[in-house]
């Protein structure tokens, strides 16, 4: 079976650096994406790991350890308007979601 | 603009209706998907489709019966609405080979009363 786990909720303050994590459990892996959602809006697509490392865009990171089953999101020089929904989701035929890290960034 | 459309972005309408929900997308892709997004955000596929067949079929009432008369389009008609349906219902599509990195459209947001 497929399971991803992420924190609920996480608050931290403009001009910060947040992590959001998230583990796996799943049979077959096709790589860790992260998708960005605001209220009200639709999902958009961030970064893929494919292979285990850091990939870098812009402000935003993600790293993937496959042996370890996890991953992280890391977003740099936190602004108000990063404040959403952050998912986690592994393919393994399909695109599996994680339940979603609401980010509050607070002035 | 080349995009992920969606109409309607809201639809109300009462239990034992039957809607339908169009999707198109200008960004030539191949593969299509429709989602469904639940009051807690869980965000769930439903159906894929590849160059107008299908190639997912989650365990989704059959009252869901999606419908891609082009690889640019994919409709979602739902027969007989109970309340349970109502949520919001996301089409997205990939560019090939990258099913990883997929591109939503706004969302219709159903309300079932």
């Known amino acids: 079976g497929q399971s991803l786990e992420q924190p609920s909720e996480v608050t931290a303050v403009e001009g910060a650096i947040v992590q959001i994590n998230c583990t796996y459990q799943t049979s077959g892996f096709y790589g860790l994406s992260w998708y960005q959602q605001h209220d009200g809006g639709a999902p958009t697509f961030l970064s893929y790991?494919?292979?285990?490392g850091l990939e870098e865009t812009g402000r935003f990171s993600s790293f993937l350890s496959r042996s370890d089953s996890y991953g992280y999101l890391l977003l740099q020089e936190l602004q108000m308007k990063d404040s959403a929904s952050y998912f986690c989701a592994v393919r393994r035929g399909k695109l599996i979601f994680g339940q979603g890290t609401t980010l509050q960034v607070k002035p | 603009d080349t995009a992920v459309s969606q109409t309607p972005k809201y639809l109300v309408t009462q239990m034992g209706n039957d809607k339908s929900i169009k999707c198109e997308q200008n960004l030539g892709h191949d593969t299509m998907y429709w989602y469904k997004q639940d009051s807690k955000k869980f965000l769930k596929i439903m159906f894929s489709y590849n160059n107008k067949e299908l190639i997912i079929n989650e365990t989704v009432p059959n009252r869901f019966s999606p419908k891609s008369p082009d690889k640019a389009h994919l409709n979602l008609h739902i027969n007989s609405l109970e309340l349970g349906d109502s949520a919001v219902y996301f089409c997205?599509?990939?560019?090939?080979?990258?099913?990883?990195?997929?591109?939503f459209g706004p969302g219709t947001r159903l309300t079932v009363t």
């Open positions: 997205a599509s990939s560019p090939p080979g990258l099913e990883n990195e997929q591109y």
């Open positions: 790991n494919g292979l285990d």
